[in-house]
């Protein structure tokens, strides 16, 4: 079990540990005989015989929703996790009493379910007496509070949920009389700052001796394909899944008879909403002073086991070499 922080001064700023920062994900193929898929100390899915019709692949992974809200130069651990909301819009009195078991989202890769499964996960220390809240990512919707309309149970350790469909799941804890204030709060919080639909895109702005070279992520509610004044795209594709503000992505170029370069890029929902993207930029040196052509690869930075978010190749166009 992953251990919460606790007994740490209210007025303490500390760096965010790696294990808050990456997600955890474990895929397995399950069948018509049902079976267990697990993230061990973390979530684990049951599907009963005769849920699933054939064999499908299922993939699940941890949502650290606490890093959808944190900013990574100022955390505060007072409630066991980092919290950085804006106080004027919301009380840090009120912050300081939720708490959270792991979030998960459940992928099936297209497979229908007949029937229900049960998800477990565990129930955080200092929760006792405390209600329990469930929100759900629906897309094109947001987050909304699904408790009332879900079939849960809560034991000393641990919360059993009986679901039929999946997507992004969080589950809080507030004292009772406060939960309605803090599903209201959650709800506006996480809908502004978590999910994206990313597309990637690659821009060059070339010279004779080397090439400047920018890749840029959107989300797909961005409609332009406009970029700074001397650069063309080059090259782009989708993200495979979804991503979530906070994750962190690993860039890899590979210039085909030339050299590979990877930076780093925490995704920043508010850039990614931008028309301008968020971007990482680097120089590219010409293979025997030949036009640049390559690949990039983007992914996810896990625990275990980079995930890729998405590959494509880029061209330059003879000709636009400013």
Known sequence: MLCLFSNVDANVFVGVPDEFKYTRTVEATIGPMGGEVEIRG????SIP??????DTMITISTVDVAAI???PDRVNFTSGYPWTLDEDIYPRELLDQVLFSPAVDINLHGAQLNGPVEVQTWRPPGSQGMKCLLLKYHDGEGWTDITTSTVYQIYSEKIS???????PVGIEWAPVERVCKVARMMVGALSSRTHLTCQFAAYMNPSPEDVEFHVVCRDQCIETEEYETGFTKCGKNLAMFSLFNGDVLDITVDVRRGQSQSKRMELQSVQCLNKDGQNVQMWLDRPNRNLVKGEVDVKKVQVLSNRTVC???FKEVRGVIS
């Open 311 to 313: 590959q494509f190749t």
């Open 69 to 71: 809200l944190r900013n």
């Open 42 to 45: 973390f979530v684990k899915l």
């Open 49 to 54: 015989p005769g849920v699933l019709q054939q």
């Open 161 to 167: 949920m009986s679901l039929k469909s999946f997507s």
